[in-house]
């Protein structure tokens, strides 16, 4: 199972807006509404921002939202904030009943 | 609260063993599969696979198949990992993570650093 596709790095200004995506096949991103997006600091244990695609867990920040529109998935980050800057990851289920991770995005707040 | 703690860093010679501990408290352990999930210095996550520990099912990504074995104990609610024939490659914090059904990991535990030496 390839990993999926994320790009290496994004950026935005402090109130900005970003959009972070994450491209799979029609045997993961594209099969289920199961993608989930992980939020890492330096250090740290990632933890869970956005399940089910469009789904915030409890005491994550409204300004974190998902979408997902065929193989491709997104995470939106609106009015940035300092403490946003980190890894970010993706998941997704597969076919083969396994999981499969993007390869990891580094969001800088500029 | 859910809560998972892992066992301390280990230093391994190349050819050998470990195996890495995860204890869960705050939830009914058997409901939840457990998932065990490694990042090498520097890299992104790589999922490794996942236990039933209500019914001992697990499912191994191809990658470290034969060299990985996942095993629960209800009794004390701790899920263990061992990956062994190990190489400097596998050097990486490896954390266990509580999956939701199919959906997500939805805690994880603050991850254990497998060094592998000469």
């Known amino acids: 199972q390839s990993a999926l596709t994320q790009p290496a790095s994004v950026s935005g200004s402090p109130g900005q807006s970003i959009t972070i995506s994450c491209t799979g096949t029609?045997?993961?991103?594209?099969?289920?509404?199961?993608v989930s997006w992980y939020q890492q600091h330096p250090g740290k244990a990632p933890t869970l921002v956005i399940y089910d695609v469009t789904n915030r867990p409890s005491g994550v920040s409204y300004r974190f939202s998902g979408s997902k529109s065929g193989n491709t998935a997104s995470l939106t980050i609106s009015g940035l904030q300092a403490e946003d800057e980190a890894d970010y990851y993706c998941s997704s289920y597969t076919s083969t009943s396994t999981e499969v991770f993007g390869g990891g995005t580094k969001l800088t707040v500029l | 609260q859910v809560q998972l703690v892992q066992s301390r860093g280990e230093v391994k010679k190349s050819g050998a063993s470990v195996k890495v501990s995860c204890k869960a408290s705050?939830?009914?352990?058997?409901?939840?599969?457990m998932t065990w999930v490694r990042q090498a210095p520097g890299q992104g996550l790589e999922w490794m696979g996942w236990i039933s520990p209500g019914t001992v099912k697990t499912d191994y990504a191809q990658k470290f198949q034969g060299r990985v074995t996942m095993t629960t104990d209800t009794a004390t609610n701790t899920a263990q990992m061992e990956l062994r024939s190990l190489t400097f490659d596998d050097t990486a914090v490896y954390y266990c993570a509580r999956r939701r059904g199919e959906s997500c990991f939805d805690a994880w535990g603050q991850g254990t650093l497998v060094t592998v030496s000469s």
């Open positions: 029609s045997s993961d991103v594209g099969a289920f509404n199961y």
């Open positions: 705050g939830y009914t352990f058997v409901n939840y599969k």
